[in-house]
């Protein structure tokens, strides 16, 4: 079993419409998530963290923590096609700090 | 404040050849990570440091070496270049344990090898 395990898409969504990316892990310890977005050619860069179980968002962005089912997930509401990208889930395992990430799903925001 | 600066963006080596990627973080980060992606790939941890002097293994450390002697530098080192290291190279730093501990990465180095 992948550590951290995500579907490769691509995942085709309307303008305006909600995204939704989903991420799951195998170390029950892990404290620490991350969503990190990555255009082509880019390197990655931050969009969410979240630490505890329940809901964060932060404008069109909301992480999704579910520690007993091993799941985090990143909703992208009112998708715009600037939003067309691959998506990075990574995960801190228990005891590093280590960043281990899934192979990425990408998003197609269709205008 | 530059972030995390590599060097250098492109190269092509032949196969057999040394080389090394630099690495440095001005953000006075103690934590430093190499990873390596491959095309349609996510990130694969090759090595990581703690601090000056402190480095471990990650997933994929084979065929690669690295050294910290500062915080700031952290040069990742391969000695006889194969074509399965043909990939992207980005370095990243992060300072966990003050609030939001994100890695940050720097641009990444294209390296191919022929």
């Known amino acids: 079993q992948k550590e951290v395990e995500q579907n490769s898409g691509p995942l085709s969504v309307p303008e305006g419409a909600i995204a939704s990316l989903n991420c799951t892990y195998s170390?029950?310890?892990?404290?620490?998530f991350f969503w990190y977005r990555q255009y082509s050619g880019k390197s990655p860069e931050l969009i969410m963290s979240?630490?505890?179980?329940g809901d964060k968002e932060d404008g069109r962005f909301t992480a999704q923590l579910n520690k007993a089912s091993q799941y985090v997930s990143l909703l992208i509401r009112d998708s715009q096609p600037s939003d067309s990208a691959t998506y990075l889930c990574?995960?801190?395992?228990?005891?590093?700090?280590?960043?281990?990430f899934g192979t990425g799903t990408r998003l197609k925001v269709l205008a | 404040n530059a972030g995390v600066t590599q060097t250098p963006k492109f190269r092509i080596l032949k196969i057999g050849q040394s080389m090394t990627l630099q690495c440095t973080q001005d953000?006075?980060?103690?934590?430093m990570y190499w990873y390596r992606q491959d095309p349609g790939m996510g990130l694969k941890l090759i090595y990581y440091?703690?601090?000056?002097?402190?480095?471990d293994k990650g997933e994929v450390p084979n065929g690669y070496n690295v050294s910290r002697s500062t915080t700031e530098d952290f040069p990742l080192r391969l000695e006889l270049a194969a074509p399965s290291q043909t990939s992207v190279y980005f370095c990243?730093?992060?300072?966990?344990?003050?609030?939001?501990?994100?890695?940050?990465f720097g641009q990444g180095t294209r390296l191919t090898v022929v």
């Open positions: 979240i630490y505890s179980n």
């Open positions: 953000m006075n980060h103690n934590y």
């Open positions: 990574a995960v801190n395992p228990s005891g590093t700090y280590k960043y281990i």
């Open positions: 440091s703690v601090g000056a002097g402190i480095t």
């Open positions: 990243a730093s992060s300072r966990p344990g003050q609030g939001v501990s994100e890695a940050f």
């Open positions: 170390d029950r310890g892990s404290q620490s």
